[in-house]
């Protein structure tokens, strides 16, 4: 089992560097692809980027440092099939699970194991190609991803399966699951919060983007799900409201004790985080594609994240 003994102010350093290589990975990606989810990016490097600095306990990976060609879904035809939830390494007693609820965030979970070492920057040079894992929507063979979650809201449900037979087989570790907001406006994430809820899974942490924003619009406008910390405390769920791009926030909210209850971290950020730039696009950010004559100031922004200057 990976063990540190960094201190915490060294850890708040790392998950911040991760964060900023989260965000330039990305905008990367969204110039070489001509378009890519870029303001998903923004609003959840930190998030993410605390997730595997420290907040959860990982083994090492079990997965190909470089991602191999997709072999096939599950099956006796394909006998080479690899979980990508292998690059967050055992999911045995003692070490913490994560699912990614909203698939679309990929890229932010490739970039993020890039930083960390459990991935090859070249397997990048692959992602949204065909053949490739390394998937623009990720599913459960692509790297970072353990179970494909469906529909919004569906990973609820499975986060908490998992934390509850964690619980029956009085199994250390906890379950860690990543969603956006948007998903607070399905059904099923409420049955899943409830029934959490109800089994008393004090395992369960849910790391939620709140960014306000979804294809559409602003969450507020097109199906408005404030108050979120009322909704959630009145399902029974413990939940603790945290400036989603103040690492030292979020590393503190995930040690809450609950009491018996599922925690629900709530992000707030923001989808311009680290390229104001993009604030006149404001709301529609959904997916990021460059026009012709903003190409060379998003390289020249490219090129100072790299080096430090921005």
Known sequence: METSSVSEKDMISTIEKIAHGIRTRTLDLTLQKNGCY???????????ASLYGGVMTLGESLAPFEAPTFAGVP???AKDYLSGGKYNGSTGPGYDRLLI????????IYSALVEVGRLSEKSLESF????????QIGAEHSPGFELTTGSFGQAISQAGG????????DEEGRVFLFMSDGELEEGQTWEGIQAAAHYKLD????LVDVNGQQYD???????N????????EAFGAACVTVDGHDVSQIVEAVKTDTGGKPLFVLCYTNTTEGLPELDYRKPHLHFVRFKDNEVKNFETILDQMKKGER
């Not at 395992?203 to 849910?206: Q, S, T």
């Not at 799900?225 to 909704?231: D, Q, T």
């Open 128 to 135: 949204n190609t065909d053949g490739s894992i390394v998937e």
């Open 225 to 232: 799900i404030e108050p979120i910390n009322s909704r959630l």
């Open 162 to 169: 998992i934390a509850h037979s964690r619980k029956m087989k």
């Open 75 to 77: 099956g006796s035809g």
């Open 217 to 223: 619009g602003w969450t507020k406008d097109v199906m």
């Open 38 to 48: 870029l303001s998903q990016a923004l609003s959840s490097a930190e998030i993410v």
């Open 101 to 108: 609820s909203p698939a679309h965030y990929a890229v932010v």
């Open 203 to 206: 395992n369960l942490v849910v």
